[in-house]
């Protein structure tokens, strides 16, 4: 992260993002004329989505993405997530490659933020700040530092010109998309691209994001293997947010370790997910295996990263805890109607429909069905998902988007089902959610 020359400027004002997508637009463009003049010479006659997504088109669309940080790079990663098989396989891959590190700003651009927020002097209350960032993504990077006083933080700073231009990115990127025909015809990716920019607005409010640390570490308290960094206020405001260092290694690690220790972390994430959403009713709902470290000398799941925590509201628990406890008791027209309070589908959607929806829902909780070990490093669940949604859109013709309160609930159950499945857990979820539903 340190190397200098993997270090790229952010683009701040809307006409320089704005010229940078076009410009990789006109590139792209460029290149589809030359390769389809190449076939044609030797006889080919190429589709247009071919042209499109040659690996140097791929590469080109992926680096523009991540030069730009913030909504742009955020808009890929979560097309990547969502899309699913949706999206041709060529472009899951371009976005797929968002989600690894973006490159780090410049250290001029880095001191010009840091000197907005606290003045020239701002330097003065640390002993050690490190130029070289630990970390960088889609909203800011995270750089460590030490106080006066020997306490190790871990500082996120913002992006420059990332919350002004959150709107504009989102849709640009997805208007270049369209054109370019990567995006399947006749689906509305209105409401996601919307919530992208909810999301992202919420992310980049670091004063909220120290609130919500905050918040959650009164929640946890008492909580047995849980932990997480706590604010360090006098370097937090909108566009800085300092937090105690934590030390853990990446939860994604732990695929060669022991059985136990892989059951252990899914066991308390699952407890932890049972509790966000029907005791605290507030759940961190990012699902990026970054944002989970393991503390291996306590054995706590660490918890990290708290910029797309929201409410949930009591109509919208009381719906998921009926649909959990249909589910535990194979009573599917109970999950049908906790679908309905949901809002999956309402009184005008077709029966038929209604019943794919139903089903689905229940196949979704395949790990509540039976007081047994879930075995998640065999199980195809998500392949059989996948195969029964696509149905219901193309077949079915059924395509509408689920509350926005659903589409940030399930991307964070999605995360820790992948998570379960990387770490080939095998664990009675069943047990976990009867003891947290009937004690809550």
């Given at each position: 992260?340190?190397?200098?020359?993997?270090?790229?400027?952010?683009?701040?004002?809307?006409?320089?993002?704005?010229?940078?997508?076009?410009?990789?637009?006109?590139?792209?463009?460029?290149?589809?004329?030359?390769?389809?003049?190449?076939?044609?010479?030797?006889?080919?006659?190429?589709?247009?989505?071919?042209?499109?997504?040659?690996?140097?088109?791929?590469?080109?669309?992926?680096?523009?993405?991540?030069?730009?940080?913030?909504?742009?790079?955020?808009?890929?990663?979560?097309?990547?997530?969502?899309?699913?098989?949706?999206?041709?396989?060529?472009?899951?891959?371009?976005?797929?490659?968002?989600?690894?590190?973006?490159?780090?700003?410049?250290?001029?651009?880095?001191?010009?933020?840091?000197?907005?927020?606290?003045?020239?002097?701002?330097?003065?209350?640390?002993?050690?700040?490190?130029?070289?960032?630990?970390?960088?993504?889609?909203?800011?990077?995270?750089?460590?530092?030490?106080?006066?006083?020997?306490?190790?933080?871990?500082?996120?700073?913002?992006?420059?010109?990332?919350?002004?231009?959150?709107?504009?990115?989102?849709?640009?990127?997805?208007?270049?998309?369209?054109?370019?025909?990567?995006?399947?015809?006749?689906?509305?990716?209105?409401?996601?691209?919307?919530?992208?920019?909810?999301?992202?607005?919420?992310?980049?409010?670091?004063?909220?994001?120290?609130?919500?640390?905050?918040?959650?570490?009164?929640?946890?308290?008492?909580?047995?293997?849980?932990?997480?960094?706590?604010?360090?206020?006098?370097?937090?405001?909108?566009?800085?947010?300092?937090?105690?260092?934590?030390?853990?290694v990446p939860i994604e690690s732990l695929a060669e370790d022991s059985e136990a220790t892989r059951n252990h972390v899914i066991s308390v994430l699952f407890e932890l997910l049972f509790r966000e959403v029907?005791?605290?009713?507030?759940v961190q709902t990012d699902p990026n295996f970054a944002n989970f470290q393991y503390d291996e000398d306590t054995h706590s799941v660490v918890l990290l990263d708290f910029g797309a925590a929201r409410s949930?509201?009591?109509?919208?628990?009381?719906?998921?805890?009926?649909?959990?406890?249909?589910?535990?008791?194979?009573?599917?027209?109970?999950?049908?109607?906790?679908?309905?309070?949901?809002?999956?589908?309402?009184?005008?959607?077709?029966?038929?429909?209604?019943?794919?929806?139903?089903?689905?829902?229940?196949?979704?909780?395949?790990?509540?069905?039976?007081?047994?070990?879930?075995?998640?490093?065999?199980?195809?669940?998500?392949?059989?998902?996948?195969?029964?949604?696509?149905?219901?859109?193309?077949?079915?013709?059924?395509?509408?988007?689920?509350?926005?309160?659903?589409?940030?609930?399930?991307?964070?159950?999605?995360?820790?089902?992948?998570?379960?499945?990387?770490?080939?857990?095998?664990?009675?979820?069943?047990?976990?959610?009867?003891?947290?539903?009937?004690?809550?």
């Open positions: 992260m340190s190397d200098k020359r993997s270090q790229r400027r952010v683009p701040t004002g809307r006409l320089s993002r704005l010229t940078k997508l076009g410009g990789m637009a006109t590139r792209v463009a460029g290149n589809m004329l030359f390769e389809g003049a190449s076939q044609l010479a030797r006889g080919q006659r190429p589709k247009a989505s071919d042209l499109l997504l040659t690996p140097a088109n791929a590469k080109r669309i992926a680096d523009q993405l991540a030069h730009l940080r913030g909504a742009a790079m955020k808009v890929g990663q979560l097309l990547s997530m969502e899309g699913g098989d949706l999206l041709p396989e060529a472009l899951t891959d371009i976005l797929g490659r968002l989600r690894a590190d973006a490159d780090p700003m410049p250290e001029k651009q880095l001191r010009h933020v840091l000197c907005e927020s606290f003045g020239e002097n701002w330097q003065d209350d640390l002993l050690y700040f490190s130029f070289a960032p630990i970390a960088a993504a889609s909203i800011g990077q995270v750089h460590r530092a030490i106080t006066m006083d020997g306490t190790e933080l871990a500082i996120k700073i913002q992006y420059p010109g990332v919350r002004k231009s959150i709107n504009s990115d989102v849709d640009n990127v997805a208007t270049l998309l369209k054109l370019s025909g990567l995006l399947p015809r006749g689906i509305d990716y209105g409401p996601l691209l919307e919530e992208a920019k909810a999301q992202l607005h919420s992310e980049a409010d670091y004063e909220q994001e120290a609130q919500a640390l905050q918040t959650f570490s009164e929640f946890i308290a008492d909580t047995e293997y849980l932990t997480l960094p706590t604010p360090y206020l006098p370097l937090c405001d909108k566009n800085v947010l300092a937090m105690t260092y934590m030390k853990g029907f005791d605290y009713q507030f949930l509201t009591e109509e919208m628990v009381s719906g998921y805890r009926q649909l959990v406890l249909g589910v535990l008791d194979k009573d599917l027209p109970s999950i049908k109607e906790a679908a309905l309070q949901i809002g999956f589908f309402d009184t005008s959607t077709p029966a038929d429909i209604q019943d794919c929806i139903t089903q689905l829902c229940y196949q979704a909780c395949e790990s509540l069905h039976q007081d047994a070990k879930y075995d998640f490093g065999s199980t195809d669940l998500a392949d059989r998902m996948r195969e029964e949604g696509l149905k219901l859109t193309f077949e079915h013709d059924f395509w509408e988007a689920p509350p926005a309160d659903c589409i940030f609930l399930h991307r964070k159950i999605g995360g820790l089902f992948l998570l379960a499945v990387k770490l080939k857990a095998n664990l009675n979820v069943r047990k976990i959610a009867e003891q947290l539903l009937f004690t809550v």
